[in-house]
């Protein structure tokens, strides 16, 4: 079995071996299967395509082991295809592109994964790939599926008809994998070859198809599949149990996600605590504190449902129900402009816009590609849930039942407010017709926990080398801004503090003491950098019934949406007479300077909608404008977004008032 | 000429939109008339001219399995635009 290497030998002495093949054809299984945890997700320099590369040692024999890098390609149908995944392949077969450190040159080998269930589809890719005159193995993966179908292939006929070493193998089982990387530490240049041209490729799997298999004129009974499929792409049916799946698929991320997010959130607040008793008071202790841990631990609370959700999607994946539920959505999305492949993306903006804009990737189409990153914000994601259970509860006190309808109408709201936008674009900057949907649709079957398990290892890492770069610097201005310039205690506070001295009862000093302090803290928040910003812009957001605290509230979740709830927390902390047992409760009762009450239902509604509706993602804009192609894009979904969130939030506040609304 | 179509039963002459096909019908491909990234496309997922086919669901999405030899594993889900551009001589 292969072994994963160390890291001290030179790339140079490695071989480079690219592995290819079909989408479907459980290529990143055996992949999995033969690199195991060590692998990590790259991506091509200047392009959204990812490979996953692993180091590992090939045994040839087990006194010779043979470094090599394994680079798993993306799944492609042919090289010659006008697709940025067929065009990436094509590039690193000819040398002239690795993923982000490694090194560009021509592989050392090349293994072909092909699916024994489907052998003369599979053998245009074999065609293409014999002719790259590269040292090649062919993996005829899922025999054991193939058995199970009667279909039986020679391997020894097809290795001469290739001149290249064929390998029976299966991902799944394990069956063949020894053999299949013995193979690859001998694997030599094809002697035969195969036409270029696709009408002579398509003849020659033919001819070779028909050698190296004997066909089999039953065929296996499909009755379940055919049942499964036509009851999963029905159009009452097919959308009943699409709602049923994606109910239960989000009662999970919610439900089950809450236990380790509660953790995190423990843990974090237990080396704040541990961090600031260790750390002389002070800037550093600030710093430290309030801005990196709690900065850092607001988003890495999020960690659990984006694992969840993808762990659950590769499930889904992986049984074969998500290209039917595309075919389903394909017809509910294609009257505003977006086609079934949207579906994964728009589902995953739910947990986090930014997973969802780069599942984007996989739309065929540029023009359906691109309506789906502008619309995906949209999507009510994980990190504007606070802000719906603070604007739900203040509306809604104690009526769960209303509270649960103002959620919902949050989230339909978003999706209603996306499906708009779409029809919009279009019908004007990205106008056509959205292409018709050919997709493969894979074998129901098992899911493979193991491929599930180190795709949600690999999502959830670059989620945290996010919040570890990105989120850490924002977190840090943030905080910066709001604490500085520092202010010194206020001569109202002064007088209270000489009146608690000279106080006998000691819990009414104590709430003399507690008032003065939330005097200092209004009148540092008031004059901190971020409190001046907020008196700049504060007539901007009058018209929508935002005072200065709640301008600074807002303009803070600019950087992140879910700073809004600590930002007016941090703001108002004690503002009201009111005994509070939570933070909540201390938001909701919080008054202005003079008395009124900043959240009044009135300004609620107003808030609600602006951040349903929104931008408010910095990360979200620098991934659009990547992932787009252009800064035009970014500023586009801003500039949209802010005007929708804008207007809605002032019709919504001026509606209420006119109505005699408070 | 390839030797496994030597025992594929015989085709009509005429060929008709995948769309005409009832289900558990039988056809090979004539051509397609797509868009021409759409052609080379379907191509490449194995509908290629001569290959035989099955179908397996009609409507939106048209469910079909490529039977070639291989019992009917593959199967390709097309949007009904789609479908009815695939020209197929339907086996008798």
Not at chain 1, 444 to 455: F, G, N, T, V
Not at chain 2, 39 to 46: K, N, V
């Amino acid at each position: 079995m292969p072994t994963t290497s160390s890291d001290s030998q030179t790339a140079s002495t490695r071989r480079t071996i690219a592995v290819l093949g079909n989408p479907n054809v459980g290529k990143t299984t055996l992949f999995n299967r033969i690199a195991g945890i060590r692998a990590k997700t790259s991506n091509f320099p200047g392009t959204t395509q990812e490979a996953r590369v692993a180091h590992v040692e090939l045994n040839a024999s087990p006194d010779d082991p043979i470094e090599s890098i394994l680079i798993d390609l993306p799944g492609i149908y042919s090289l010659d295809l006008d697709l940025s995944e067929s065009k990436i392949c094509a590039d690193v077969l000819a040398g002239t592109a690795a993923p982000v450190g490694e090194e560009a040159h021509t592989p050392d080998a090349l293994l072909v994964v092909i699916d024994a269930t489907n052998l003369m589809r599979n053998l245009t890719i074999v065609g293409e790939s014999i002719a790259k005159r590269l040292p090649t193995v062919v993996a005829v993966n899922m025999i054991d599926a193939a058995r199970r179908r009667g279909i039986y292939i020679d391997a020894a006929k097809f290795a001469e008809c290739l001149g290249c070493s064929v390998v029976l193998c299966s991902a799944r089982t394990g069956e063949g994998v020894d053999e299949l990387t013995a193979a690859l530490s001998h694997a030599k240049i094809p002697d035969r070859s195969a036409p270029t041209d696709q009408s002579g490729i398509e003849r020659w799997s033919e001819d070779v198809y028909a050698l190296v298999s004997m066909p089999t004129e039953h065929l296996a009974d499909d009755t379940l599949t055919d049942r499964l499929d036509r009851a999963f792409t029905h159009p009452v049916l097919g959308m009943l149990s699409f709602v049923a799946i994606m109910t239960g698929l989000f009662w999970m991320i919610f439900k089950l996600a809450s236990y380790p997010m509660d953790w995190i959130d423990l843990w974090f607040g237990a080396v704040g605590s541990w961090a600031g008793s260790l750390i002389p008071p002070g800037a550093i202790h600030d710093l430290m504190v309030d801005g990196v841990i709690a900065g850092v631990g607001g988003t890495v609370i999020f960690l659990p449902q984006i694992c969840l959700l993808f762990f659950l999607l590769a499930l889904l994946e992986g049984s074969g129900y998500l290209a039917r539920a595309a075919f389903v959505i394909d017809r509910a999305l294609r009257p505003f402009g977006l086609s079934g492949h949207a579906f994964v993306p728009l589902l995953s903006s739910h947990a986090c816009a930014i997973p969802g804009i780069m599942a984007a990737r996989a739309i065929p189409d540029k023009r359906d590609r691109l309506a789906t990153i502008l619309v995906a914000p949209f999507m009510s994601c994980t990190a504007r849930i606070p802000v719906y259970v603070l604007l739900t509860t203040i509306l809604f006190p104690y009526r769960p039942l209303y509270q649960a309808l103002a959620f919902t109408m949050c989230y339909a709201l978003g999706i209603f407010a996306g499906l708009f936008t779409s029809l919009l674009f279009r019908r004007t900057i990205l106008r056509g017709k959205s292409r018709p949907m050919a997709l493969e649709l894979p074998s129901y079957r098992l899911p493979d926990l193991k491929s599930a398990l180190l795709l949600t290892f690999d999502r959830g890492m670059v989620f945290l080398k996010k919040a570890g770069t990105l989120i850490l610097a924002i977190s840090i201005v943030l905080w910066w801004l709001g604490a500085y310039p520092h202010s010194g205690p206020t001569d109202a506070a002064i007088e209270l503090r000489a009146q608690a001295e000279a106080l006998v009862d000691p819990e009414q000093a104590e709430t003399l003491l507690a008032q003065a302090d939330s005097l200092d803290t209004r009148n540092a928040a008031a004059n901190s950098f971020l409190g001046r910003i907020g008196g700049t812009f504060q007539p901007m957001f009058a018209p929508l019934g935002y005072d200065r605290q709640l301008t600074v509230g807002v303009l803070a979740s600019f950087a992140a949406r879910e700073v809004f709830v600590s930002t007016m927390a941090v703001q108002v902390a004690g503002s009201d007479d009111v005994e509070d047992d939570t933070v909540l409760e201390s938001i909701a009762n919080a008054t202005n300077d003079d008395g009124s009450r900043i959240f009044t239902y009135a300004t609620s509604w107003s808030l609600l909608f602006f951040y349903v509706l929104a931008s408010l993602c910095l990360p979200t804009l620098v991934v659009t404008a990547k992932e787009a192609g252009g800064w035009k894009w970014a500023t586009l979904q801003l500039g949209w977004m802010s005007l929708l969130a804008y207007t809605s939030a002032l019709a919504a506040y001026q509606f209420i008032i006119a109505a005699g609304g408070s | 000429m390839p030797i496994h179509n030597a025992s594929m039963p015989k085709a009509s002459r005429k060929a008709v939109p995948l769309t005409q096909l009832s289900r558990g019908q039988r056809g090979r491909i004539d051509c397609t008339d797509a868009a021409s990234e759409d052609c080379s496309m379907l191509r490449a997922m194995g509908l290629r001219p001569d290959a035989s086919i099955q179908m397996c669901r009609l409507g939106e999405p048209c469910i079909i399995s490529l039977t070639g030899g291989c019992g009917g594993g593959c199967r390709i889900g097309l949007a009904k635009d789609i479908a009815s551009r695939v020209m197929i001589h339907i086996d008798e």
